[in-house]
Each structure stands twice: as structure tokens, then as C-alpha cells.
Nanobody
Framework: QVQLVESGGGLVQAGGSLRLSCAAS????????MGWYRQPPGKQRELVAD???????KYGDSVKGRFTMSRGNTTNTVYLQMNSLKPEDTDVYYC????????????????WGQGTQVTVSS
């Protein structure tokens, strides 16, 4: 089992900044990738930022140049620095982890955190 704990959400004015954190805990797994996603009303869940264990990062088009994802000293922790926030960024932000279970089968699983609310006022 893997648990993802997100923090850092809150209420800010347009143009402000927030820093989200996600920590993965558990045992018997190794992380393939971790990322941040959001799901605007009426739309499917969309990529915000995602990083592989090797350090490759990709961003959603709507956040390029404003958001920066980084990895902590441990690969089990990631951050999302959100600058120049817009009201359109208001959403619940979910942390996702893709992990490989340490076993002979090398089974891969996808886990989601509970989400953290980000609200940007105009």
C-alpha cells in the first residue's frame, strides 16, 4: 500500500503564489513517477506537472512558465511551486504516484492523494 499526503493549498489573490507538497509513504514499492493533476468542472482530469524518477518533467500547456515542479531530497517527496496564479487555476489539485511493487512480478500501480484545494481570488 502507498499513501499520498498533499499539503500547501489555500486561498490567494490573483498574481500570488502557493507551494504544494506531496509525500508518499509506505513500503515494498519504488516510484516510477509522481505528478500533479486537476480536474476543471466538465473536463477530464488534466496534467499539471509530472516527474519521473529519472528527473524528466513535463507540464501542462496552461501552466508552462508559471508552475515549477521539483523533487525533494528523497524521491518520495515532490513539490509544485505555483506563481502568477490566476482565478482559472482554482481547483482541487491531486497528487498521483505510479509505483512498482517490489516483487518478482514487478506489478505497477497508480495511486491518488485526497487532493488539496487551491482557490485564487480576483
Amino acid at each position: 500500500q502507498v499513501q499520498l499526503v498533499e499539503s500547501g493549498g489555500g486561498l490567494v489573490q490573483a498574481g500570488g503564489s502557493l507551494r504544494l507538497s506531496c509525500a508518499a509513504s509506505g513500503s515494498g514499492f519504488s516510484i516510477t513517477s509522481m505528478g500533479w493533476y486537476r480536474q476543471p468542472p466538465g473536463k477530464q482530469r488534466e496534467l499539471v506537472a509530472d516527474i519521473t524518477s529519472g528527473g524528466a518533467i513535463k507540464y501542462g500547456d496552461s501552466v508552462k512558465g508559471r508552475f515549477t515542479m521539483s523533487r525533494g531530497n528523497t524521491t518520495n517527496t515532490v513539490y509544485l511551486q505555483m506563481n502568477s496564479l490566476k482565478p482559472e487555476d482554482t481547483d482541487v489539485y491531486y497528487c498521483k504516484a505510479v509505483v512498482v511493487v517490489v516483487s518478482g512480478a514487478n506489478l505497477q500501480f497508480q495511486y491518488w492523494g485526497q487532493g488539496t484545494q487551491v482557490t485564487v481570488s480576483s
